[in-house]
C-alpha cells in the first residue's frame, strides 16, 4: 500500500492507496466535483472503488475523513486514465492534490505502465505540467451521451 503523509499544518493529511472507505465521504468528494447525480446509488462507490486500478484518498488525521481523492483505470498492462481527482474546496492550495496526483503516478510507473492520460478542465494544466503531464496535439476529448 502506498502512503505519503502531508504534513502541512493546521492539517494534518494523509494520503495513501485503499480499497475501501466511507460510502458518505467519497459521495460528499464526489459532490465536490459537481460529479455526482441525485439519481446515483451510494451503495455503488464499494464496486467503483474495488474495480478501479488504484483509488487514493487523502484523509484528514484529526477528523478521520475523506478530504479527497483520485482514481486509475487501467487493465494493468498497457494504458492508465486517472480520473476523479478532487479536494474539497476548504483544503484546496495546501498541495493534497499534488500528493494524490503523485502517488497515483508512482504507482502506475512501478506497475510498467508508462502510458498514463487524463482530461484536466479549462486552465489547470499547470496543475499538471510539473509531474511530466502535457497536451495531445491534434486529439480531443469525446463522451457518449446515451440520452440524445
Given at each position: 500500500m502506498?502512503?505519503?503523509a502531508l504534513?502541512?499544518?493546521?492539517d494534518?493529511?494523509?494520503?495513501a492507496?485503499?480499497?475501501?472507505w466511507?460510502e458518505?465521504?467519497i459521495?460528499?468528494?464526489?459532490r465536490?466535483g459537481?460529479w455526482w447525480k441525485?439519481e446515483y446509488d451510494?451503495?455503488?462507490?464499494?464496486?467503483?472503488?474495488?474495480?478501479?486500478?488504484a483509488?487514493?484518498v487523502?484523509?484528514?488525521i484529526t477528523t478521520?475523513?475523506?478530504?479527497?481523492?483520485?482514481?486509475?483505470?487501467s487493465?494493468g498492462?498497457?494504458?492508465a486514465y486517472?480520473q476523479?481527482?478532487?479536494?474539497?474546496p476548504s483544503?484546496?492550495?495546501?498541495g493534497?492534490g499534488?500528493?494524490?496526483l503523485?502517488?497515483?503516478?508512482?504507482?502506475?510507473?512501478q506497475?510498467?505502465?508508462?502510458?498514463?492520460?487524463?482530461i484536466?478542465?479549462?486552465?489547470s494544466?499547470?496543475f499538471?505540467t510539473?509531474?511530466?503531464?502535457?497536451?495531445?496535439?491534434g486529439?480531443?476529448?469525446?463522451?457518449?451521451?446515451s440520452e440524445q
Amino acid at each position: 500500500m502506498g502512503v505519503c503523509a502531508l504534513t502541512q499544518k493546521p492539517d494534518a493529511v494523509l494520503v495513501a492507496l485503499v480499497k475501501s472507505w466511507d460510502e458518505n465521504d467519497i459521495v460528499q468528494l464526489y459532490r465536490a466535483g459537481r460529479w455526482w447525480k441525485d439519481e446515483y446509488d451510494p451503495a455503488g462507490i464499494s464496486g467503483l472503488m474495488q474495480g478501479s486500478f488504484a483509488f487514493v484518498v487523502a484523509s484528514d488525521i484529526t477528523t478521520g475523513h475523506a478530504i479527497g481523492m483520485g482514481r486509475v483505470i487501467s487493465d494493468g498492462v498497457s494504458d492508465a486514465y486517472i480520473q476523479d481527482l478532487v479536494v474539497l474546496p476548504s483544503y484546496r492550495g495546501r498541495g493534497i492534490g499534488l500528493q494524490i496526483l503523485t502517488l497515483l503516478v508512482n504507482h502506475c510507473k512501478q506497475s510498467g505502465l508508462t502510458w498514463i492520460g487524463l482530461i484536466a478542465e479549462p486552465d489547470s494544466e499547470a496543475f499538471y505540467t510539473p509531474l511530466g503531464f502535457e497536451r495531445m496535439p491534434g486529439y480531443i476529448a469525446m463522451i457518449y451521451r446515451s440520452e440524445q
